[in-house]
């Protein structure tokens, strides 16, 4: 899993979906359960991610569970990379 990976997707996930710019995330912050993304976010952070990494995430491995973090979403993408 790539560090680098996890930083592109933790920045876009701060610059697209946080409201207040001193909230601060961590790669284990909850989204979905935490309510910073929602399902029409995660639709279009799954649009980002299968354009960034050239993939294509299938609708039922894109489940609000494999999308709660950015460490989980790192290791999804990581899953369609090989």
Partial sequence: MSEEMKDII????????????DEEISYDTPLISGGIVDSFSMVSLKRFLENKY???????????????????ITVLVDGFLK
């Fill in 10 to 21: 933790l920045n876009y996930v701060i610059e697209e979906y946080l409201e207040d710019e």
């Fill in 54 to 72: 050239n993939i294509s995430i299938p609708d039922d491995r894109a489940t609000p569970e494999a999308f709660d973090s950015v460490t989980k």
